[in-house]
């Protein structure tokens, strides 16, 4: 197809499109998320074919668990429902009709018409990189205005509630909650298990903490708990509640309790200042982390070190609410515009991607000797989901990774941490690089044992690919000054296991495991050259010189074992002609400009990958007609031609739009009917992997490795707190943005003028 032609399709894909009797700008995903913020508040609108927001009910990332949450509108006294799908026996309301939905990287904002008012509904879940504090509050907004639709004045009261379902999963059990109703000038609904049960999961609902929803008390605002249909029957007939609280603490699912506010905006004619609420589930501690000598610490939420009370934290982020929103809008701007470079299709599911990895992600710390929380080591905690439960899984991180080094660097830097710790402290027995740090999330509690799943290769390769890039991108010396000795141990592994790797798994251990995988020889090789250069930054110039010569005479035999002996592809294993997969692993040769792969080998791959798209992607290998979307857009970041990128980006664009699915974005799915695949893989963090070329394109000038080792004295640069210092960061990346008040006039000029082309 000629560019031209593909610029076309790709524009009006990315504009909107009509998903039932709404548009959908820029596409109508396989579900939509509403509060996503943590592996326990993530909490999604199933999508398939479409549905609007008062079809069905909310869901869990499960997408097994109802997360009762409700909305109704009264409109000149005529009642509507807007979300959620509840039945309230002995009330009259019709359905809102939903006329749009339309997101970005944090926000999924929906216009229901009932009657004569437009209500937009915008469900805002903040990703704030460079404040911690922010990153790390379990919190999520959601706000409510009303305008007339057809000129004239109408009296509009709004309701909301949310049900015991946020704190448990009804699925596999209906346990007892209670709850408290605070009213000052924020009133607050805080529900929870009456039998809590710590780091404990079910149905991977955490059995836990506290479910909280808030508004500020502004005038017209009136709340109540009670029985679901007694409490909506209140709303639908009277447009107010009677501040009233049921204290008869029960079972979920015993007369369902309701958790209610309702908001008046008098008469509307243009649109209202919105009414804003927030959704939340917290927890203390949070992680339970394994020490020297199997010791146990609990760890709490970074949020704690600026809140001593969730109802300051919640105060605190229901008054930032217009900051907060200017602040997430420029964040939206500043993604689109750098991933719209690109190209539009590319920006959207990169839009698509950011809340679901930051909700996977938990930024935590320990306690001091004396009581107080420990800032010096800021810990972050991943649960891979759905796909298994492990904590840290270093092949989830991996995969992630770009959107961790184009938002923060810092916040890869403690996601890494755990693992290096952990295995610094001589715990773990095996030579190479564990797969995870424990099998259970919330319990980052090692493998003392050595029995993790394994994949030797893969797991040392990922962690001295990351621990170089981090590097290259703060010019923090850190990592490198206090884990070579364990690098180099994993480096010894690969330069035995490497170039000929044996039958093992690498992440992709759903395919099977296979000896003489090349694109495990591929991530083998660039982890030899990445401890050269980690050799060269700290000053060892002879290890640089075996290492890099060990690493330049693998790539020379490599290229015989591994390319076809038509020479027209990579194999996906040695010596098997006909086999070939996603070489995705070149990648990290290009983001470390490590160059140890011949451009020969990059210009192969394009030709070999031209035209071999399926309806909705290129395979991972031949083994299956399935693929990934996270390894595709790595594998698109590889290419040498725009026209093949774009290929590979629109078909995944394509899956990732196409009504078939109804799980929140899942990165395993066929390449042939655009289904999810293996019935797991969805939710996952690795959608972080989108960003594989936006990485790419802001990575800092690291042509010469050895322009960083300047600042090897200067100990760490990258604040502990997130905001890499700018005065010391001489050639690695700016910080993308530090906070609303530091983006200039003119790139929110730039930023206007995107959208107005748009
Ligand atoms: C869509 O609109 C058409 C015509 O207005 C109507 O007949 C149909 O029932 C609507 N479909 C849905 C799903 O609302
Ligand atoms: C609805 O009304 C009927 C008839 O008055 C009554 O029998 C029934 O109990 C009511 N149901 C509820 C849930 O109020
Ligand atoms: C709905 O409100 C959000 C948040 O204020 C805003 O960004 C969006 O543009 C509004 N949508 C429409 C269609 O007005
Ligand atoms: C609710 O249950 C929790 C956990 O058992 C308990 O700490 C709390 O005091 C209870 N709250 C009320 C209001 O009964
Ligand atoms: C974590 O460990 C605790 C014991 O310390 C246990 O009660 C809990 O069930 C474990 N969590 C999971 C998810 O297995
Ligand atoms: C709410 O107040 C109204 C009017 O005072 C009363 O009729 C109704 O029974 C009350 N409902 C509840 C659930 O307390
Ligand atoms: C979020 O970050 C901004 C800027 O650092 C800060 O002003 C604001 O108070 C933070 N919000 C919360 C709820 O802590
Ligand atoms: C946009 O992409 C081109 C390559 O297609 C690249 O050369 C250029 O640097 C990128 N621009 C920005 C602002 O990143
Ligand atoms: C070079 O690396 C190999 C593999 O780790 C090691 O056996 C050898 O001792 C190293 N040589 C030097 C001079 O460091
Ligand atoms: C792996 O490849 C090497 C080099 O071609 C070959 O000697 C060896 O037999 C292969 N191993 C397997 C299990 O195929
Ligand atoms: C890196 O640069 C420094 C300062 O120019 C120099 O002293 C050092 O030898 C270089 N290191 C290597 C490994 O090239
Ligand atoms: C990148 O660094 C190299 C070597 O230090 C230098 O020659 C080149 O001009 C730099 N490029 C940019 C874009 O800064």
Not at 94 to 123: C, E, H, R, Y
Not at 124 to 132: M, Y
Not at 218 to 236: L, N
Not at 415 to 434: E, H, I, K, V
Request: a negative charge; glycine letters at 6%.
């Amino acid at each position: 197809m000629p560019l031209l032609a593909y610029a076309v399709v790709s524009v009006t894909l990315a504009l909107s499109v009509r998903a039932g009797n709404w548009t959908a700008t820029p596409f109508s995903p396989a579900s939509v998320p509403l509060a996503v913020r943590s592996p326990y508040l993530s909490v999604w609108l199933p999508q398939g074919a479409g549905n609007a927001l008062n079809d069905v009910w909310p869901e869990f990332w499960t997408g097994q668990d109802v997360s009762g949450w409700s909305g109704f509108a009264k409109v000149d006294g005529t009642a509507y429902v807007w979300m959620g799908a509840p039945g309230v026996p002995n009330t009259t309301f019709t359905k809102a009709t939903q006329k749009s939905l339309q997101w970005t990287s944090t926000q999924s904002s929906f216009v229901m018409t009932a009657g004569p008012v437009d209500l937009n509904i915008t469900f805002f879940s903040p990703v704030e990189p460079s404040d911690l504090v922010n990153q790390s509050l379990p919190l999520s907004y959601y706000s409510i205005s009303a305008a007339s639709n057809d000129q004239n004045s109408h009296k509009v009261q709004v309701y909301v509630d949310i049900s015991g379902e946020w704190v448990t999963g009804t699925r596999l059990s209906a346990p007892t909650i209670n709850w408290t109703t605070t009213a000052g000038d924020v009133i607050t609904h805080q529900v929870q298990l009456t039998n809590q049960v710590e780091y404990s999961e079910l149905g991977d609902h955490i059995q836990q903490g506290a479910a909280y929803h808030s508004t500020l008390s502004v005038p017209g605002t009136t709340y109540q708990t009670g029985q679901d249909i007694v409490v909506r029957a209140e709303f639908i007939n009277n447009g107010v509640l009677n501040n009233t609280q049921d204290t008869q603490f029960r079972a979920v699912n015993d007369n369902w309790p309701v958790f209610a506010f309702a908001h008046d905006f008098g008469t509307v004619t243009a649109a209202t200042t919105p009414v804003v609420y927030s959704v939340g589930h917290a927890r203390d501690p949070a992680i339970q982390y394994v020490t020297v000598n199997n010791g146990r610490m609990a760890l709490s939420s970074y949020f704690w070190t600026r809140y001593s009370t969730m109802a300051d934290a919640i105060a605190a982020f229901l008054k930032d609410y217009n900051n907060a929103v200017a602040r997430a809008d420029a964040f939206d701007a500043q993604i689109n515009n750098d991933a719209r470079n690109i190209s539009s299709d590319y920006a959207s599911l990169v839009a698509l991607s950011i809340r679901q990895t930051f909700g996977a992600i938990e930024i935590t710390v320990g306690k001091k000797m004396d009581g107080t929380l420990d800032t010096s080591n800021i810990l972050t905690f991943t649960k891979q989901i759905s796909s298994d439960n492990t904590v840290n899984t270093v092949d989830v991180i991996y995969p992630s990774w770009p959107l961790f080094l184009y938002t923060n660097p810092a916040i890869g830097r403690s996601l890494l941490l755990p693992s290096l710790q952990y295995q610094n402290s001589g715990q773990y027995p095996n030579r190479w690089c564990a797969h995870d740090m424990g099998s259970s999330y919330p319990n980052a509690t090692g493998h003392n044992d050595g029995l993790d799943i394994q994949m030797p290769v893969e797991e040392s390769g990922n962690m001295l690919i990351m621990a170089l890039s981090y590097t290259q991108w703060t010019n923090d010396m850190s990592l490198l000054s206090t884990y070579s000795g364990l690098l180099d141990q994993w480096t010894q592994f690969l330069v035995q296991d490497s170039l000929i790797p044996a039958n093992q798994v690498s992440t992709d251990n759903f395919a099977g495991s296979l000896a003489n995988q090349t694109n495990l020889a591929i991530k083998g090789i660039v982890g030899i050259q990445a401890m050269a250069e980690i050799a060269r930054l700290t000053n060892d110039k002879s290890k640089y010189t075996n290492y890099s010569t060990l690493a330049a005479s693998y790539v020379q035999q490599w290229q015989n074992y591994a390319i076809s002996s038509s020479g027209s592809h990579l194999t996906l294993s040695y010596g098997d002609d006909a086999s070939w997969g996603l070489t995705y692993n070149l990648y990290a040769d290009k983001l470390l400009a490590t160059n140890v792969f011949p451009s020969s080998v990059y210009d192969l791959q394009t030709s070999w990958y031209n035209g071999k798209a399926n309806t909705y992607g290129v395979i991972l290998d031949t083994r299956h007609t399935y693929t990934k979307s996270d390894w595709s857009m790595w594998t698109a970041a590889t290419v040498t031609s725009n026209d093949v990128r774009d290929q590979i980006v629109s078909a995944v664009v394509k899956y990732a739009s196409d009504g078939q699915n109804s799980n929140p974005l899942s990165d395993l799915y066929d390449t042939d009917s655009g289904k999810q695949a293996m019935g797991g893989n969805f939710a996952r963090p690795v959608v972080g992997g989108h960003l594989a070329l936006l990485a790419l394109q802001a990575a800092p000038n690291i042509t010469d490795p050895n322009v960083s080792s300047s600042s090897t004295s200067t100990g760490s640069t990258a604040s502990p707190t997130g905001s890499p210092s700018t005065s010391s960061n001489k050639s690695g990346a700016p910080p993308r943005w530090s906070n609303a008040g530091s983006v200039t006039v003119l790139s929110l000029l730039g930023i206007l003028c995107v959208f107005l082309v748009a």
